[in-house]
């Protein structure tokens, strides 16, 4: 039996509460957000071309966020993500009620993107680091599938009420909520979290401190075989979600017969948290399912294609739900396998950054992706854009096939009385 000392339950307890916050707060607006750009006097390519920008965001900022995070720390890191997003979040609002132009809309999202690059690699590095520090000797996938479970739990409340409070009030009320949820989320953050297991090198010029990251974040990153084929499927998968998420508010709708039913909308998140919270709980017994992780990742990629395309080709509401919920356990149990694999791979000191760079490669993917795909479901229709979405997708098999040819040292999913495998230096 693995003994878990009090500090890294402290440390799992204090990640957990922080997903919880973070979640929640940004979940109010995740079942409206895209019917909230369309109310604001944007058309689909506008809307999306919004949340492109958001991506553009990520894109800009991911790296040197994450430098922030390597050399100032990351408990900063995250408090100035908590400040960030709730001064965008009350930014979207003013421009939603100004009925702003385009580029008012592109300088929002770009500060909603900057406010969650803080949080990105920051977070995760902060628990990788201070589990290790902690003494923490149980399997990373277990900590990440729990955390799935309480922000599928958070997803589920906050975008059930979001929906619901959108459509007794307006679509405006939400963010609201969220820029609240932000503020308390800062508090508890300002109160909590300390870094453990890492020290910050706050004497280096900023100029000196950006070259080393960086360049240790390539040796860890695209120098890194393995985690390169896993950086480099991002851009085709991630952007492919972003878009398959938001789509489905204004597709469900559609389907649905009833534009103006927001509390479906949100109640449609609310059944992705459910996935999300089931497939966090599947986790445990997928270790015992497979002996490597990726196997998971590919079958992952796999049923990411065929189930993309079933949402495109379907036109029942029920069947188009059954679906998602499929798709969304799938991710959710990929996604834990993935993330203790990389973070198998990579040296403590560029732990931030690597993170935050593969979440650039994503963000990239979704810059180019959301734009397109927003332009075929004005021509062609919703379905249309999902079929598309899951030819795109497709492409991010290959990159798994040669993350599982490189044989990593954190690929094998080792048995209960074996030490997991964590790159502290």
């Known amino acids: 039996m693995r003994r878990v000392t009090d500090a890294a339950r402290t440390v799992e307890r204090t990640y957990l509460i922080l997903m919880l916050l973070t979640t929640l707060a940004a979940s109010f607006i995740w079942g409206v957000n895209t019917l909230f750009l369309l109310d604001a006097g944007l058309n689909n390519v506008e809307a999306f071309a919004a949340n492109a920008f958001f991506s553009a965001g990520q894109v800009i900022f991911e790296v040197p966020t994450g430098v922030v995070a390597d050399t100032r720390g990351r408990r900063f890191s995250f408090l100035l993500g908590a ?41 995760e590095a902060w628990l990788v680091d201070a589990l290790h520090a902690t003494g923490y000797a149980g399997d990373l996938e277990s900590v990440f599938g729990r955390a799935q ?82 950086l480099l499927a991002a851009p085709f998968s991630v952007g492919v979600g972003f878009y398959a998420f938001y789509a489905f508010q204004p597709y469900l709708l559609e389907l649905y017969g009833d534009p103006s039913a927001y509390g479906i909308a949100g109640l449609a998140a609310a059944i992705v948290a459910g996935a999300q919270v089931s497939g966090g709980l599947l986790v445990p017994y997928m270790r015992r399912l497979f002996t490597r992780r990726t196997q998971v990742i590919i079958i992952g990629a796999v049923l990411s294609v065929l ?119």
Request: aromatic share 8%; proline share 5%; hydrophobic share 55%.
């Open 83 to 123: 400040a960030t997003l709730l001064s965008a979040t009350l930014l979207y609002l003013l421009m939603w009620d100004l009925h702003a132009p385009l580029w008012g809309w592109a300088i929002a999202s770009v500060l909603l993107g900057l406010g969650f690059t803080f949080f990105s690699g920051a977070t």
């Open 149 to 230: 479970v309480v922000g599928g739990v958070a997803m589920l409340t906050g975008t059930v009420a979001g929906g619901f409070i959108a459509q007794a009030t307006n679509l405006g009320v939400p963010y609201v909520v969220r820029a609240a949820m932000l503020g308390l989320t800062l508090v508890v953050a300002w109160r909590f979290m300390r870094d453990i297991g890492f020290s910050p090198d706050r004497g280096a010029s900023p100029g000196r401190a950006v070259r080393t990251v960086w360049n240790g974040a390539i040796d860890g990153g695209l120098r890194n075989p393995p985690v390169r084929w896993l």
């Open 307 to 425: 189930l993309l395309a079933g949402i495109g080709l379907t036109t029942s509401f029920v069947l188009a739900l059954v679906i998602l919920v499929v798709w969304c356990m799938a991710l959710a149990v990929e996604e834990p396998m993935r993330r203790a694999f990389v973070n198998g791979l990579i040296p403590s000191e560029q732990r931030a950054t690597v993170l935050s760079f593969d979440s650039l490669m994503g963000s990239a993917g979704g810059v180019v992706a959301q734009p397109i795909l927003g332009r075929v479901a004005d021509l062609g229709g919703y379905g249309a854009s999902y079929l598309v979405a899951a030819g795109i997708q497709a492409a991010a098999i290959p990159f798994a096939l040669l993350a599982r040819r490189e044989d990593a040292v954190s690929d094998p999913i080792v048995s209960a009385d074996q030490p997991p495998v964590v790159r502290s230096g």
